[in-house]
């Protein structure tokens, strides 16, 4: 139960900071390019980066893992997760598997929300 509640705390932290970044950005963005996403996909990739290359994922005592990588930038980013994934996969040389992830992955998430839109209308 307490794990939940850091997950929580961290997601609400997360997405307010998401949702700040990305209005930020945004008045940078030219010609409809959604830089706001854009950007918070590359800083909540490089943060989750950050934090697995420092082994904080193994930390025990405070439960770190449930707060900053699962809340805060789970909330934040999901795309970090595809991203930290994707890179494991290549560092294990599984070159064919990464490819289909990826594309596998943009393909459905474009149609999911095609998907999403079609309904709703």
């Keep these: 139960m ?3 509640i850091f997950v929580g705390t961290g997601g609400f932290i997360g997405a307010s900071l998401r949702y700040i970044a990305s209005t930020w950005f945004s008045q940078f963005s030219r010609f409809g390019f959604p830089l706001g996403t ?9 943060l989750l980066g950050i934090f697995v290359g420092l082994g904080l994922e193994k930390n025990s005592t405070l439960p770190l893992k449930e707060f900053a990588a699962i809340g805060v930038l ?13 890179f494991e996969m290549l ?9 289909i992830y990826v594309l596998g992955s943009i393909v459905l998430g474009l149609s ?6 079609f309904i709703t209308r």
């Design 2 to 4: 307490k794990e939940i």
């Design 112 to 117: 999911g929300i095609g998907l999403g839109i």
């Design 74 to 86: 789970g909330g934040f980013t999901t795309f970090s997760t595809f991203g930290l994934e994707s």
């Design 91 to 99: 560092q294990a040389g599984h070159f064919k598997m990464t490819a």
């Design 38 to 46: 854009f950007a918070v996909n590359f800083i909540g990739c490089t």
